[in-house]
């Protein structure tokens, strides 16, 4: 096992869309209430620790169903061209755990004080559950992600969880109006797990397990489906009650960085 195909399996790539929502509730919070630099930065630190356990975790399901063949497009992992075995990969899922659980309970402490307020437990709750979802996308003995849920679980930990739950952590508050901003975060991310899914999909058909119910060629209406994704986020946007420069401007770079990440996939499977 070396560095290098940790870090590869990592997939830090990924590391932006996944920040993009709490980057966003980070700031609507920060135009309402004074938010300390320490809790900004734990909020951070968990939410990278929980996608790097989500990318390791994925590898290895789709390593151990087979539906990381040598017909899959796309880039190849530390699984798939020996970096790693499967038994160093379990032990590094086990490891992103343990920080998983540090950084959560961390953050909880700094911004609450305690972990023994009811916030703080209802927040140890949801993050044992994030955890789990990380976890069980293609990994586990039931993973929703070959059930077809994927999208649904995208949609809830990144965009509603991701926006809502770091503005709370961060302001101690809750605000209904969050929830637009959350749910075209929400749709940004599907809609990358979509063309992701569009990718992988004559490789995914050649194995047992499907992780999408998906049409059997790749024609125009998942095309069609991200456009719309993108565009109904954009209008979540402008529909906001007290748009606040920053976290708009941040919104519209999440948007350049979504867009220019489905084409780069496209074309990888082209």
Same mark, same amino acid.
């Given at each position: 096992?070396?560095?290098?195909?940790?870090?590869?399996?990592? %997939?830090?790539?990924?590391?932006?869309?996944?920040?993009?929502?709490?980057?966003?509730?980070?700031? +609507?919070?920060?135009?309402?209430?004074?938010? &300390?630099?320490?809790?900004?930065?734990?909020?951070?630190? *968990?939410?990278?620790?929980?996608? =790097?356990?989500? /990318?390791?975790?994925?590898?290895?399901?789709?390593?151990?169903?087979?539906?990381? $063949?040598?017909k %899959? #497009?796309? &880039?190849?992992? $530390? +699984?798939?061209?020996?970096?790693? *075995?499967?038994?160093?990969?379990?032990?590094?899922?086990?490891?992103?755990m343990?920080?998983?659980?540090?950084?959560?309970?961390?953050?909880?402490?700094?911004?609450?004080?305690?972990? @023994?307020? =009811?916030? $703080?437990?209802?927040?140890?709750?949801?993050?044992?559950?994030? !955890?789990?979802?990380?976890? /069980?996308?293609?990994?586990?003995?039931?993973p929703?992600?070959?059930?077809?849920?994927?999208?649904?679980?995208?949609? =809830?930990f990144?965009?509603?969880?991701s926006?809502?739950?770091?503005?709370?952590?961060?302001?101690?508050?809750?605000?209904?109006?969050?929830?637009?901003?959350?749910?075209?975060?929400? @749709?940004?991310?599907?809609?990358?797990?979509?063309?992701?899914?569009?990718?992988?999909? #004559?490789?995914?058909?050649?194995?047992?397990?499907?992780?999408?119910?998906?049409?059997?060629?790749?024609?125009?209406?998942?095309?069609?489906?991200?456009?719309?994704?993108?565009?109904?986020a954009?209008?979540?946007?402008?529909?906001?009650?007290?748009?606040?420069?920053?976290?708009?401007?941040?919104y519209?770079?999440?948007?350049?960085?979504?867009?220019? %990440?489905?084409? #780069? !996939?496209?074309?990888?499977?082209?």
């Amino acid at each position: 096992m070396t560095a290098k195909a940790v870090v590869r399996s990592m %997939r830090l790539r990924t590391l932006p869309l996944s920040t993009a929502g709490v980057v966003l509730g980070i700031m +609507l919070a920060c135009a309402d209430y004074t938010v &300390p630099w320490y809790t900004i930065v734990l909020i951070i630190l *968990t939410t990278i620790s929980l996608q =790097i356990l989500s /990318n390791m975790s994925n590898e290895l399901g789709d390593w151990l169903s087979g539906v990381d $063949s040598d017909k %899959r #497009e796309g &880039p190849v992992y $530390s +699984l798939g061209e020996g970096g790693l *075995t499967t038994d160093q990969m379990r032990s590094c899922i086990r490891i992103m755990m343990l920080v998983c659980c540090i950084l959560g309970l961390g953050m909880i402490r700094a911004s609450f004080g305690t972990v @023994f307020r =009811i916030e $703080s437990q209802i927040l140890i709750i949801l993050g044992g559950f994030a !955890i789990w979802a990380a976890m /069980n996308y293609t990994l586990g003995n039931r993973p929703y992600g070959y059930k077809g849920l994927g999208d649904l679980f995208v949609f =809830i930990f990144f965009g509603l969880v991701s926006v809502m739950g770091s503005y709370f952590v961060a302001s101690h508050s809750f605000n209904w109006s969050i929830l637009m901003p959350g749910t075209a975060i929400g @749709f940004f991310s599907v809609g990358v797990l979509n063309v992701n899914n569009i990718r992988d999909m #004559e490789s995914d058909a050649d194995s047992r397990t499907v992780k999408t119910g998906r049409a059997p060629c790749k024609d125009i209406s998942y095309t069609a489906y991200c456009a719309w994704l993108v565009s109904d986020a954009h209008i979540y946007v402008l529909q906001f009650d007290r748009p606040s420069a920053l976290p708009v401007c941040y919104y519209a770079a999440s948007l350049y960085h979504t867009s220019d %990440r489905c084409m #780069e !996939i496209l074309r990888q499977g082209a």
